[in-house]
């Protein structure tokens, strides 16, 4: 198997937790180099990689063909086109750019230098969604009408020293679960025709928006659809993670995907049981078709989030299309926008 040397570009919350786990058990990766500007926090579970103090070490290696931008928001642009023009594969954390116009010059960019332009979309391999795709893949709830998606978090206090909260780096919950929200979206039912958003600060002191509900009207695939998706700081009782509603039945599921959890408990991704949700945790499917009124709990279908680099790999390798280009995100970061511009004039927009 052909070896990818990778290089990434912070060891925060997102290396440590969503990044290196991944990379060092892929066989086709093998990581080299992990910039850590003051610190020495990896060296304890990847004693063999190199720690280097500047993103252009990264750079100036010839022998690294991959390197991951896991820096803070704002510096995704700038650090992802230094890598394109270094003649590096490059894997960028969402968002993928704060604006249509950078993503659209990286792309390019990309596609001129015959380079991967990968974005970190890892939860498309969320169990929740995987299930949701498997129901839809079936046609258990007939015609589907109504689709709803919430990250529910709870945290009323404004976390201090963080470039996430203050905003001087990026931030704000709109372009952070936002991101992933409106690419789930997309991925199952296509681009929307237009977008009605509310976005807001909710918490006391607050200097980033932390509440979102929007609206994406007439999908491309199910134009019928009605499509709400929501996230919020202060939703200390969850609502639902999806709700679904169609002509012969609904789905409603609670809680998310357990891999994150279990990353942050120090678990890796080698058990045989990875990503599976226990029982009590399955969805609700009720469905009445024929005369027949049938509740049940539907088994979820396993989380996955090494099948991201896998299928990086494969792509890079030529063996797959990539399933998580810049190209597409192009368009998620374009739906942001429209987001914002719907909550300032309190419009519909049309994208």
């Given at each position: ?8 570009a ?45 993103f ?98 709870y ?33 199952l ?15 006391t ?78 969805g609700?499917l ?66």
């Open positions: 198997m052909e070896k990818i040397k990778v290089g990434l912070a060891f925060g919350m997102s290396g440590s937790v969503f990044h290196t786990p991944f990379l060092s058990i892929h066989p086709g990766f093998e990581l080299t180099k992990i910039v850590e500007r003051t610190k020495e926090l990896s060296r304890k579970e990847y004693p063999d990689v190199m720690i280097v103090r500047s252009e070490e990264l750079l100036n290696d010839p022998d690294i063909g991959l390197v991951v931008v896991n820096t803070p928001d704002a510096t995704h642009y700038r650090y992802a086109k230094e890598a394109l023009l270094s003649g590096k594969h490059v894997v960028v954390e969402k968002p993928f750019t704060t604006t249509v116009e950078e993503a659209e010059e990286l792309v390019a960019l990309a596609e001129q230098k015959g380079l991967l332009l990968s974005v970190y979309q890892n939860r498309r391999w969320d169990a929740d969604l995987l299930t949701v795709k498997d129901i839809l893949d079936k046609g258990l709830l007939g015609r589907l009408v109504e689709f709803e998606s919430t990250f529910a978090r945290r009323n206090f404004i976390k201090p020293d963080t470039w996430k909260e203050t905003g001087e780096s990026g931030g704000g919950l709109t372009y952070n679960l936002g991101s992933h929200l409106i690419d789930q979206a997309v991925e039912f296509g681009l929307p025709e237009s977008v009605f958003a509310n976005i807001a600060t909710v918490r002191g607050g200097k980033v928006d932390d509440y979102f509900c929007m609206h994406l009207f007439k999908p491309a695939r199910c134009p019928e659809l009605n499509i709400t998706l929501k996230a919020s700081y202060l939703m200390c009782e969850p609502e639902p993670r999806f709700v679904l509603h169609g002509t012969e039945g609904s789905f409603v599921k609670y809680g998310v995907d357990n891999q994150e959890a279990a990353l942050l408990a120090g678990e890796r991704p080698v058990t045989p049981d990875w990503g599976n949700d226990l029982p009590e945790q399955w609700i009720h469905t009445e078709k024929d005369g027949k009124d049938q509740q049940v709990p539907y088994p979820s279908i396993p989380g996955n989030y090494k099948g991201f680099y896998e299928n990086v790999y494969n792509a890079i390798v030529g063996s797959e299309p990539l399933k998580t280009s810049g190209k597409e995100n192009i368009h998620i970061i374009r739906i942001i926008e429209a987001a914002y511009r719907s909550n300032r004039e309190k419009a519909v927009i049309k994208l």
